[in-house]
């Protein structure tokens, strides 16, 4: 399989993994470390064709497995977290993760996990019919091969945000960065002017804001500060989690904002009469929405942390009816 990678000064290779959803890669950064090894910064998804590319990789650019000194997760989601254990396995490396990133790690693939309880519970509280629960229970039980083996404690080490972080020979500061997965951490190098956003801004489309169990339930208000937060810092290139690195950090931040203004305003016009989670999700999304179980569950959370943020901003109130929460203005 052709790999596909580019190579960045300051010995920086940016590596293109599938995925066998719609966002179709994921970006993995590979640093080469002056001391020697290499660190690994969100490894893909456990899957043939992630394995595959890379074989290759490693092959062109004469990287033994064993030489990975570190394995670093920008966040704790399937796609980027899923090969850790199985490299942390392969070359003795420790996984190096936000306290708060490990936790949930645990709460959604540990023993006795009951997310996917969970999260049936807070959709039918908010209106999914049961048989679109079920394509979702089904769609998430399935990723836990593609995360599998999850890395032992023994070889995890906590790195948290205010913390400096060498990567490649340069300072870069650790960046706290809620709202798409809490425990994310952004990656700042002030000489360069360089930022390892994750996906908390990305060039194309924006990033999934997702009220789940066992997190905060304003979501989209935690994001928004973010953004805020992050647009103070001055930044030449950005490299994030998918599609490809991008100089225009500080004009995409407005922009994935005032895409969340219009989109709550558009809920908020259609709250005149007492709606579901679920009933406002199909007038947001459409068909787009029931393209896969994936692409449903990603929808419904969404449209929930718009309610909650609207909810929480005192625009909206809820109401409950024969066990279902609904919405008003």
Known sequence: MAAQAVQWEHGLLQVKLPLPFALKTVNSYVFTEPAGGYTLIDPGLRTEETLAVWEAVFADHSIAPEQISRIVLTHQHPDHYGLA????????????MSR????????????????????????ALHGMPQHYIDEISSNLSSFQEKVSPQPQQDQIM????????????????????????????????????????????LPRI??????VPGEEMNPLGDFLASLDR?????????????????TTFA??????????????????????????????????????AQQSPHQHRFAMAET????????????????ERAGVIYFLR
């Open 304 to 319: 929930l942390a718009h309610l909650y943020e609207l909810e929480q901003s005192g625009r909206i109130s809820r109401t």
């Open 85 to 96: 254990g199985y490299f942390a396995e392969l070359s003795g490396a420790p996984v190096l």
């Open 158 to 201: 906590y790195i948290e945000a205010g913390e400096t972080f060498e990567l490649g020979g340069s300072q870069w500061e650790l960046l706290d960065a809620p709202g798409h997965a809490y425990g994310q951490l952004c990656f700042y190098e002030a000489n360069k002017q360089w930022m390892i956003c994750g996906d908390q801004v």
């Open 100 to 123: 708060r990133a490990h936790r949930y790690v645990r709460y959604l693939w540990g023993e006795g996990s009951t997310m996917s309880e969970e999260l049936a519970e807070l959709f």
């Open 230 to 246: 992050l647009s103070e810092y001055e930044v030449k290139r950005a490299f994030p989690g998918h599609y490809d690195s991008f």
């Open 251 to 288: 004009s995409r931040i407005a922009e994935i904002k005032q895409h969340h203004v219009q989109r709550l305003e558009q809920m908020l016009m259609m709250l005149q009469e007492p709606l579901t989670g679920f009933e406002v999700c199909g007038r947001s999304f459409g068909a787009r």
């Open 206 to 211: 924006t990033p999934n804001i997702s009220v």
